[in-house]
């Protein structure tokens, strides 16, 4: 029986200001930065995204929902399926979105504990926040599909 060809995924961290983005490869469940794109008001810089996805032609993209502790949707959650659905639109790739509940203090929490400085930019922030999304897309195998 041939199992299917591993994937690339591009994850994305949805802002009203910033996008942070990762790239990981599911054969190895790693995930990596890949960048920041800016936004204003939640419009993504549309031709940046493009760069981003021709640079690492993914299988898949998985975009961050963010919910309320409880689990409920939150003011932000339409908006990122808003972005979610552009991208498939967009892209003609499957998009799948993923629970990003406390990715940013996550990725505040490995910088103290590696000894790092907290006092790093924004950008730093959502760029590690959509590596931890994306491996916890890769840890639980379940997202919720567009």
């Known amino acids: 029986m041939a199992s299917a060809r591993p994937q690339t995924l591009l994850a994305f961290d949805y802002g009203l200001r910033h996008i942070g983005a990762a790239v990981g490869h599911q054969l190895v469940s790693s995930s990596n930065p890949a960048g920041v794109i800016r936004a204003r008001d939640g419009v993504p810089d549309w031709p940046a995204v493009e760069k981003l996805v021709k640079e690492w032609q993914p299988d898949r993209l998985v975009v961050g929902l963010p919910l309320n502790m ?31 509940r406390l990715t940013s203090f996550a990725a505040k929490q490995q910088r103290r504990e590696s000894g790092q400085s907290t006092d790093f930019g924004r950008d730093t922030v959502d760029a590690e926040a959509a590596c931890i999304l994306l491996q916890d897309y890769f840890r639980s195998g379940a997202s919720l599909e567009l």
Request: net charge positive; charged share 35%; hydrophobic share 35%.
């Open 70 to 100: 409880d689990g409920t949707d939150s003011p932000m959650s339409e908006r990122a399926r808003r972005f979610a659905r552009q991208l498939a639109g967009r892209f003609r790739l499957p998009v799948s979105m993923v629970d990003e």
